[in-house]
């Protein structure tokens, strides 16, 4: 029978306990195992006392050993003794240890059964070890006892301090919490055992924080120590939390962990202006929507506590501005609402109040959450543009219109202070075919070209307005023109008719209805009354009824017609509208007299009218004509070519004769060119509309002086009507030479700021005028010089 020992070392139990020795049921031939053993039951003992009767092989008897973790010293610490009843103590028994730990943590002495931990243990680490024990024949290796089992067991010391596993710690809590309100709550864990002795046993304690904060020493619940903590004055605090172990004795080990608490915040502070009152200004060419200035209110506040909502409470621009608030940074942005004139006002003053949207009940004793201020807004003036009034124009004219009338008179006007004169002009994009033309001072709207409402019965032009002394401001209108129509189309046959009579037709037969069209369009509608021409009114072979609904039949007055007497008849219609005046065309019937059977359908017409001459081809026809079209063509381009060249512009009778500047670049042909000028018609325009003739091989360059005549002077409408139908048969010449000019037609008059431009009776003898700049020109001007150059006192020309 094998014993186990363990021997009490108060060294090594540090104070912990006492080592158990159990003694087992023994004979006298048996050896003491000796160690610490668990107690034995009923059966055991029964089974033991049958052992007194019989001699059995015994086998283990064990008990757990106990070790203490963190041994320190430099020896092996010994464990306990292994002992089997067969060692006689003579060394011929080999004990051997197997199972966890063997040979690494826990070594046996072969021969005594001594064993001793090699290594440190760590009862955290692990709390036990299950072991097996076996006593061989040292000589044989045949087993002296059968194997069994034990287990060593690592007793605790307090060698490890509590440990806060989840921090640091964050958290938060609503400023102006009450006292006691719940935080956060913290866990700290201690490693060593907690069934034998206090040390896990965790007391809790503040070392920083107080006195805003404080912690149940228990459960770690960490509440709120001081009524009305504001997060305006102080948002951050670090708290310290420790935990003890040994339940908080003196010789315990301690953890501690941070805690980082945030007061959140809470609407407890109202909105205020920094400043009770705003200066801004904006250009009263501002656009609509466009921001004119920015106030804000300041909350101490933050996150949807400090969002604000600004408004216009009061002020005499309410109808004129408008506020929004920007959700990013809460700020009111004052924009405009209407358009702004300076002319009309130049100041507002608005009261412009904040308020938070959102409120808390318990906090409403520290308002009003909201505030007002005063924006004082100056509108400043800018240069702006021409204003129409009003501000479009429709506009009424007859097609009939002479070119010249003025169809409307355009006014447009300087908003600004200044009053700036005004020039007027028309888009030309808008009115590419330049018929209408606007006098650039008085805005008179006036024909330049025929009007036709048959082709164009309303023209959309646009006018400009441009300011004289500052031409970037140009304004614009649009004015409307419908054109009226006026009876100037005759009616006439919507077709070409053409039709037959039959042989055997009786008087009185229909042989054709006539219908007409018109392009005038009267308000009264159309209608129009046909007749037979004078000549052919009493013609014995055909007759005409009108139907009174615009058309007409046409009726054989006779029966018996023959082919061969006449195959075909023209008979002329005339046609009138209803129109004033009334106007009438003549169209004409074409009749052929046809063969017909007895139903009257068509069986042959006279082939006359028809057929070519058998004798002459289609072909043979159709090139005579392309030879004649062609010599006719290069007879046109000569006579068109000879005119160009050799026939001079005859000025018209109506054309007003006036002083020019005319330059050439060729040398004239002195006294024997009589083409150039007429000095009789010169002296006396009035004669130049029967005699003068103007030459068309030399082109002058007419340079206006209109850009010097005062702003006062007025052209006369006479003279614009004359300008505009001139210009109207320049552009309609189709023979004009193909040379762009540009021509101002102005009274030169006392206005003139270059006086009188014609040499014509500007001195009264040759005498009066000095040509000793002659000299100066060089060799090449020594004759003209020598000519008409001064005679100095020695009697030499110069």
């Known amino acids: 029978m094998w014993t186990s020992g363990r021997m009490s070392n108060a060294k090594n139990l540090f104070g912990l306990g006492v080592s158990l020795y159990f003694w087992g049921l023994m004979d006298l031939t048996t050896p003491v195992l000796s160690g610490s053993a668990r107690p034995l039951t009923e059966g055991q003992e029964d089974n033991l006392s049958d052992k007194l009767h019989q001699r059995m092989k015994r086998s283990w008897v064990w008990n757990q050993f106990f070790v203490l973790e963190e041994y320190t010293g430099t020896d092996p610490l010994y464990v306990g003794k292994l002992h089997s009843d067969m060692d006689r103590g003579d060394g011929s028994i080999k004990y051997i240890l197997s199972g966890e730990g063997a040979g690494i943590v826990f070594t046996i002495d072969d021969t005594t059964g001594d064993i001793h931990a090699i290594q440190r243990l760590d009862r955290e680490e ?50 102006m919490s009450p006292v006691g309100t719940s935080v956060i709550q913290v866990t700290a864990t201690d490693a060593d055992d907690p069934t034998y002795g206090n040390s896990a046993r965790v007391v809790y304690s503040i070392l920083q924080g107080q006195p805003y904060f404080s912690v149940d020493s228990r459960t770690g619940l960490i509440r709120t120590a001081l009524m009305n903590m504001d997060r305006e004055a102080k948002e951050y605090y670090e708290v310290i939390i420790q935990a003890k172990d040994m339940g908080g004795q003196l010789g315990g080990l301690a953890g501690t962990t941070t805690v980082n608490i945030t007061l959140s915040d809470v609407n407890d502070n109202p909105p205020r202006f920094p400043q009770k009152h705003y200066q801004m200004s904006v250009l009263e060419s501002a656009p609509v929507s466009s921001t004119v200035g920015r106030v804000v209110a300041k909350d101490l506040d933050e996150g949807i506590n400090a969002e604000m909502k600004y408004s216009l409470v009061d002020g005499d621009g309410l109808d004129v501005f408008d506020i929004n608030t920007d959700p990013n940074y809460q700020v009111g942005i004052i924009t405009v609402r209407k358009p702004l004139s300076f002319e009309s006002k130049k100041s507002y003053t608005l009261k412009v109040e904040g308020a938070n949207p959102h409120l808390e009940m318990r906090f409403l004793n520290l308002g ?176 005409l009824r009108d139907n009174q609904d615009n058309t007409a039949w046409i009726l054989t007055r006779r029966a018996g017609f023959r082919q061969h007497e006449q195959g075909t008849f023209h008979l002329p219609i005339v046609i009138s509208d209803n129109g004033r005046p009334v106007l009438s065309s ?213």
């Open 126 to 175: 692990r709390s036990q070890y299950t072991l097996r024990a076996q006593a061989l024949d040292r000589r044989t290796g045949r087993p002296m006892e059968p194997e069994s089992e034990f287990i060593i067991k690592i007793q605790d010391i307090n060698d490890n301090e509590p440990k806060f596993l989840d921090g640091p710690y964050v958290a938060s809590v609503p400023e």
């Open 368 to 543: 009003p959450f909201r505030d007002t201020t005063t924006v004082h807004i100056s509108v400043e003036d800018v240069d702006e543009p021409p204003v129409f009034e009003p501000s479009i124009y429709f506009v009424e004219v007859p097609e009939d219109v002479e070119i010249g009338t003025t169809i409307q008179i355009i006014s447009a006007k300087d908003p600004d202070v200044t009053n700036n004169s005004i020039r007027y002009s028309i888009d030309r994009s808008s009115d590419p075919g330049r018929f209408f033309y606007v006098d650039i001072t008085s805005g008179a709207l006036m024909t330049a070209r025929p009007l036709d409402r048959e082709d164009i019965s309303w023209h959309n032009i646009t006018v400009l307005a441009m300011e004289l002394n500052n031409p970037s401001q140009v304004g614009s209108v649009s004015v409307t023109v419908k054109v009226l129509d006026v009876n100037d189309n005759a009616p006439e046959f919507a077709r070409f008719y053409e039709t037959f009579v039959c042989e055997n037709a009786k008087a009185g037969q229909l042989i054709q209805t006539v219908s007409a069209i018109d392009r005038d369009d009267p308000q009264e509608g159309q209608h129009f009354y046909y007749s037979l021409a004078p000549e052919a009114a009493n013609n014995p072979n055909f007759t």
């Open 586 to 798: 003549t169209g004409t019937l074409t009749v052929h007299v046809c063969s017909c059977d007895q139903e009257g359908a068509l069986m042959s017409c006279s082939a006359e009218a028809y057929v070519l001459p058998v004798s002459l081809s289609r072909g043979a026809l159709i090139a005579i004509l392309a030879c004649i079209f062609v010599l006719l063509v290069l007879v046109l381009l000569i006579l068109s070519m000879r005119r160009q060249r050799k026939q001079p512009y005859i000025i018209d009778e109506e054309e007003n004769i006036h002083e020019n500047i005319v330059r050439y670049d060729d040398e004239g042909g002195g006294e024997e060119d009589t083409e150039a000028f007429d000095i009789a018609a010169m002296w006396n325009p009035r004669e130049a509309q029967l005699v003068v003739r103007n030459r068309q091989d030399m082109l002058p360059e007419i340079e206006s002086l209109s850009r010097h005549v005062p702003q006062a002077c007025v052209m006369d409408n006479n003279v614009h009507n004359y300008v505009l139908a001139k210009l109207y048969e320049a552009d309609m010449d189709l023979w004009a030479p193909p040379f762009d000019s540009l021509q101002t037609y102005m009274f030169e008059g006392s206005g003139s700021v270059a006086e009188s431009l014609s040499s014509l009776q500007s001195v009264s003898t040759d005498s009066d005028q000095s040509y000793d700049y002659l000299t100066d020109w060089g060799p090449r001007f020594k004759k003209l010089a020598e000519m008409y150059g001064a005679t100095d006192s020695s009697g030499a020309l110069w």
